[in-house]
């Protein structure tokens, strides 16, 4: 069974860092793009991040660009998400989601992925 499980998640001051991981199990995703998306309440999922299956090519949402890095360690079958000068904006359930597809590239469309997190949740006290 694949699982996807979000980690880092909590409660921090605006200009704070946080920094989210995604651990998965039950699949090696060492060849798969994977993402972070968000939901703050009342609000759709919105893209934050993805990043391809080699690492080498990532893309970000233009609210989040020059703040936050997405990362991946293959080895650790982990994907993180490296979160700076945090505003209130960032607020959100943070979900990490995986491409079923090999070597696939990075999108910011959510029905790209085929596997999800349940979501941890950031809040940005300002």
């Known amino acids: 069974q694949v699982q996807l499980v979000e980690s880092g998640g909590g409660l921090v001051q605006a200009w704070g860092s946080l920094r989210l991981s995604c651990a998965a199990s039950?699949?090696?995703?060492?060849?798969?793009?994977m993402c972070w998306f968000r939901q703050a309440p009342g609000m759709e999922r919105e893209f934050v991040a993805a990043i391809n299956w080699s690492g080498g090519a990532t893309y970000y949402a233009d609210s989040v660009r020059g703040r936050f890095t997405i990362s991946r360690d293959n080895a650790k079958n982990t994907v993180y998400l490296q979160m700076n000068s945090l505003n209130a904006e960032d607020t959100a359930v943070y979900y990490c989601?995986?491409?079923?597809?090999?070597?696939?590239?990075?999108?910011?469309?959510?029905?790209?992925?085929?596997?999800w997190g349940q979501g941890t949740q950031v809040t940005v006290s300002s």
């Open positions: 989601a995986a491409d079923g597809e090999n070597y696939s590239a990075a999108s910011q469309y959510n029905w790209e992925y085929d596997y």
């Open positions: 039950g699949r090696t995703f060492s060849r798969h793009a």
